[in-house]
């Protein structure tokens, strides 16, 4: 009788133990298509999406982490929801998660708050009890005024960053704000909005709070939130290289401060994104630094649906001489509802192929530069 031995690095092996590899894998799939589709009501095309990220053996874990859903009022749907966006949390320890469901239900955010928090942020869940969800809703609890409820602040859009961003730098740094008189409700955006802002060491928190105030910045102001965030979030060499931009065009640094203070959103953007508005407006359209400074928000704005359809317009009234050059810029940045009203309905008597003109596809540049 003949014994056949394979040597461990042999290709023949490999192969064999790639197709047992593949073949488990398949396996493995099929099972959790098969658990999405019959347990939670996945259509088909969707569980194979999401079965690619699950290794389900046995359904033990997966029941058990449905079951603790629905304990906490969270429906199939909810859970499928759930799934799709965070795959791995079915298969998640009970042990674990269950702690957590407590924790919030025992702490303001119970029933369809919970279920709506978890809903949108599921990876909330993966956060460590001790380390980030117990010291964030304890400090929270401090925080907030009575009449502010935790849940309303944790089902509200990005409510979830807090506990996500969390340190314990977060209180000495609030402390700092409120002894540079900043209103209890900017301290709550930024808590809410920005929470990554008040992880930073106290001295250089600090510190940037002094550069903020020397820029011009005023402390009761909801710019002033946007402006530490934004000085928070930039190292010198990065402000540097965006001031260097806005140098580019001829601004001076004051004159770019004196932006910033005024839009201080506009220093969140890359290098490529401020110089292409500030090339279009600026060489394209003819407008000088100060016609910017007036309406920085045109900065934001998007070409294709809002800047150039409006200029078309604009430009054509202008070359008729029956629009003034400086409502330019504030026609830019009124709702869609006004500028037609405003700027289309208007003249369609004198011009009838103006609202054609506004909705044509043709995205192309205006022809001549057209100065505020």
């Known amino acids: 009788m003949f014994r056949f031995f394979l040597n461990p690095n042999s290709t023949l092996l490999r192969i064999y133990s790639f197709r047992e590899l593949s073949s488990a894998s398949a396996s493995a799939?099929?099972?959790?298509?098969?658990?999405?589709?019959?347990?939670?009501?996945?259509?088909?095309?969707?569980?194979?999406?999401?079965?690619?990220?699950?290794?389900?053996?046995?359904?033990?874990?997966?029941?058990?982490?449905?079951?603790?859903?629905?304990?906490?009022?969270?429906?199939?749907?909810?859970?499928?929801?759930?799934?799709?966006?965070?795959?791995?949390?079915?298969?998640?320890?009970?042990?674990?998660?269950?702690p957590k469901f407590q924790f919030f239900s025992d702490n303001g955010v119970s029933g369809s708050s919970l279920v709506d928090m978890v809903s949108t942020d599921p990876v909330i869940l993966r956060r460590s009890l001790q380390n980030k969800i117990i010291p964030s809703?304890?400090?929270?609890?401090?925080?907030?005024?009575?009449?502010?409820?935790?849940?309303?602040?944790?089902?509200?859009?990005?409510?979830?960053?807090?506990?996500?961003?969390?340190?314990?730098?977060?209180?000495?740094?609030?402390?700092?704000?409120?002894?540079?008189?900043?209103?209890?409700?900017?301290?709550?955006?930024?808590?809410?909005?920005?929470?990554?802002?008040?992880?930073?060491?106290a001295d250089e928190f600090k510190g940037v709070l002094t550069r903020a105030k020397e820029m011009g910045f005023d402390e009761k102001s909801t710019t002033f939130i946007h402006g530490v965030y934004s000085l928070c979030a930039m190292k010198k060499g990065k402000w540097e290289s965006k001031v260097s931009v806005f140098r580019?065009?001829?601004?001076?640094?004051?004159?770019?401060?004196?932006?910033?203070?005024?839009?201080?959103?506009?220093?969140?953007?890359?290098?490529?994104?401020?110089?292409?508005?500030?090339?279009?407006?600026?060489?394209?359209?003819?407008?000088?630094?100060?016609?910017?400074?007036?309406?920085?928000?045109?900065?934001?704005?998007?070409?294709?649906?809002?800047?150039?359809?409006?200029?078309?317009?604009?430009?054509?009234?202008?070359?008729?001489?029956?629009l003034s050059r400086k409502r330019m810029g504030r026609a830019l940045i009124i709702s869609e509802d006004q500028f037609i009203k405003v700027f289309v309905s208007s003249y369609e008597k004198k011009i009838p192929e103006l609202l054609e003109v506004y909705q044509s596809n043709n995205v192309g540049l205006p022809q001549s530069a057209v100065s505020v």
């Not at 994104?273 to 934001?300: A, C, H, Q």
């Open 248 to 322: 580019s065009f001829g601004w001076g640094e004051e004159e770019v401060i004196a932006l910033f203070v005024k839009q201080p959103t506009i220093m969140h953007h890359s290098e490529a994104r401020i110089k292409k508005p500030l090339d279009f407006f600026m060489n394209e359209l003819g407008w000088k630094r100060e016609d910017v400074s007036k309406y920085p928000t045109v900065l934001f704005l998007s070409f294709e649906k809002r800047v150039v359809p409006r200029c078309r317009v604009l430009q054509l009234l202008i070359e008729k001489d029956l």
């Open 137 to 201: 809703i304890s400090f929270l609890k401090e925080f907030l005024p009575a009449d502010h409820n935790i849940d309303s602040l944790l089902t509200a859009k990005r409510g979830t960053w807090l506990v996500h961003k969390f340190t314990r730098q977060m209180m000495p740094n609030v402390e700092t704000l409120r002894s540079h008189g900043v209103p209890e409700s900017s301290i709550l955006r930024i808590l809410t909005l920005r929470p990554q802002a008040l992880s930073f060491n």
């Open 29 to 98: 799939s099929a099972s959790a298509v098969d658990y999405l589709t019959n347990t939670l009501g996945f259509a088909r095309k969707a569980a194979i999406a999401v079965a690619g990220e699950l290794n389900i053996k046995t359904t033990t874990r997966p029941d058990s982490v449905v079951q603790l859903f629905k304990n906490y009022g969270f429906t199939p749907n909810h859970i499928a929801t759930i799934v799709s966006k965070h795959p791995s949390i079915l298969l998640a320890d009970p042990i674990i998660l269950g």
